[in-house]
């Protein structure tokens, strides 16, 4: 079996449990650790264009095992998503009222709502 | 691959904490906005709520000033017998009278007169044969050098900038072969010279008509001959103003007639009944229970005490108080004017009422100062006070703009966070394709191999 195979998986692993350790509103920490997963699993795959010989079931179990963690992530980032789409909501009104209030000229919203 | 939501069933604390994050940035940016938003509502009222007392005061000040001077002039009115030949003002009259104006020969009327001769064009043709004249008005006269613009537009525009009481226009008779004239009217009426003279000093080389010199007010007043250059007369009797506005038939005559006017001051008194009740009434939604905004307000305690001293208010003589000239109160302080009353006093009590009135600035009339002094546009406390409300609106509008600009900060970080989001999950939906397939792959090669 190939040397790199362990560290590759390993990359994997270590990206992946970095994830939920960031803290929430640290998007530039989420999105590095992001690029680092996505890099760990390029590597792979990469490795796996190479393999010429049979691969130990462990390594493919630990590989199934980050593949289903991802649900998990995905739904984080959708509720993280959820909360700023609705905090979004009441921040535009919010800014509404304050144009409202300081008579300032209504300005073409700055922010359209995704999703 | 796709990816599958709500899969994860636990409590995230990843989601919790970003959200009580956002909540508390959230709560610390619309939380002030409220407070601002209050404040200025409230601010808003109490302005009104001033404006209304300042008017209200104001009215009140301008009822008790009228009636001061209704006090000093004792009421006093003026009329005229026949408004066709004269009409009559009062200009600070005190002491009635009655005056007779008769044999009016003449109305005063301003001296105009137009050239002799039309000329052919307004800006051509010379109107002089030397390009000097000579303006006579009454007993002065004026040299006009028309060097570089004789012709009769040059000779107007010489003639208005001399000063010298006349108006020159040019006019266009529009027939024959010289249809324009020059015309030269004074401004103001009486009889004077008007000429326009070729040669200085020569009253024979006069350009103009002689057809209207102007006309002085030639009547009799009392008996008395009177000559005035202009018709409004106020400088023969003290405090009156009249105006002649037409020749009297022979044998005509005129009455004026200065008294003291009960319906004058009737009305006075009955607006004095008005203006205090609506001022009243302004302060009193100021207090108790269902007070308004200035409760407390030092404003509100002034103008009560005022309104006090004004319903209290006591002098010496015939008529004392308000309620000698017919102005009563009601079980709830509503001021009432009771006219019968006030038309059933003797002359003598109407004239002892004048001393109660007193002036603008003495007796009752003089309690339109205190009133003023809270009503005064420009330095009265009610526009004190608004203008310290006006200042705290503005630092609150300099809050509320920062306010706004953090707020929309805000909304510009949780756009890009929404965008984050997004991008996570892209790249996350990459990872899974990108991982699937190598692990597809890998199991290809360790169990297909096995399999052989």
Known sequence: ?115 | MGLTPLAFTGVSDFSDDFQAILNRAVSIARLPLIELQNEQSDLLTKKQLLTELRSAAGGLASALEALGEAGRTRALAASSSNTARVTVSLNGATQAGSYTISEITSVARAASETTLAGYETPDQTAVSSDGALELVVGSSTYQIDLTGRNNLNGLRDAINALGAGVTATVLNTGTGATPYYLAVTADSPGAQTLQLRETAGDAGSNLLTSANQGANAIFKLNGLDIVKSGNVISDVIPGVTFTIVSQTDPGEAVELKLFSSRSTLATKLANLADTYNTLRTAVNAQIGESAGLLSGDFLVREIQHNLRELAAYESSGAVRRLADLGLEFDEEGRMSFNSSKFYSLSDAEIAAAFGFLGTETSGLGGLSQDFEQLSDPISGLIKLQQDQYDSADERLSRQIDELTSRIEFMQLSLSAKLQQADTLLAQLESQQVLLEASIKGLELALYGKKDK
């Open chain 1, 1 to 115: 079996m190939p040397d790199g195979w362990e560290e590759a998986v390993f990359r994997i692993e270590r990206a992946t449990a970095r994830l939920p350790a960031i803290p929430p509103d640290d998007a530039t920490a989420l999105l590095e650790a992001m690029r680092e997963r996505s890099r760990a699993i390029a590597g792979l795959g990469e490795l796996a264009a190479q393999a010429a010989g049979p691969i130990p079931k462990p390594f493919l179990e630990r590989l199934e095992a980050q593949l289903a963690v991802a649900p998990a992530i995905a739904h984080k980032i959708r509720l993280l998503r959820a909360g700023a789409q609705a905090e979004l909501a009441r921040i535009i009104e919010a800014v509404y009222l304050a144009r409202s209030l300081g008579g300032r000229p209504r300005e073409r919203c700055l922010v359209d709502l995704i999703g």
